[in-house]
């Protein structure tokens, strides 16, 4: 079981920063896929950020240059730094585990944080 806890959220003008933070129960090196998702109201639960196991780094196009995966293997945290927030923005975001144990794979998530872009 990989039990994850994010904090960060808030409401920032267009133009601001945040960093969601996310606590994860076991070492973050045995995840296969560690990273962020998101969800706004009516609309589909989209990846944002993604660290593989192999340390590739996969960003959502919309966010590329803008927000900025990493880990702290030793705190067994994942962090998004998100800088030039936009109204579109705004969803509840999710820190997301994807490991495999035995050849069988399980997807673990967070409450989520409230992220909200507004002038």
């Known amino acids: 079981q990989v039990q994850l806890v994010e904090s960060g959220g808030g409401s920032v003008q267009p133009g601001g920063s945040l960093r969601l933070s996310c606590v994860v129960s076991?070492?973050?090196?045995?995840?296969?896929?560690l990273g962020w998702y998101r969800q706004a109201p009516g609309k589909t639960f989209d990846s944002v950020a993604l660290i593989f196991k192999d340390g590739t780094i996969d960003y959502r196009d919309s966010v590329k240059g803008r927000f900025t995966i990493s880990g702290d293997n030793a705190k067994n945290e994942v962090y998004l730094e998100m800088n030039n927030l936009k109204s579109e923005d705004t969803a509840v975001y999710y820190c997301?585990?994807?490991?495999?144990?035995?050849?069988?794979?399980?997807?673990?998530r967070g409450q989520g944080t409230q992220v909200t872009v507004s002038s």
């Open positions: 076991v070492d973050i090196a045995s995840i296969d896929i």
């Open positions: 997301n585990a994807y490991r495999r144990v035995n050849g069988l794979g399980k997807t673990f």
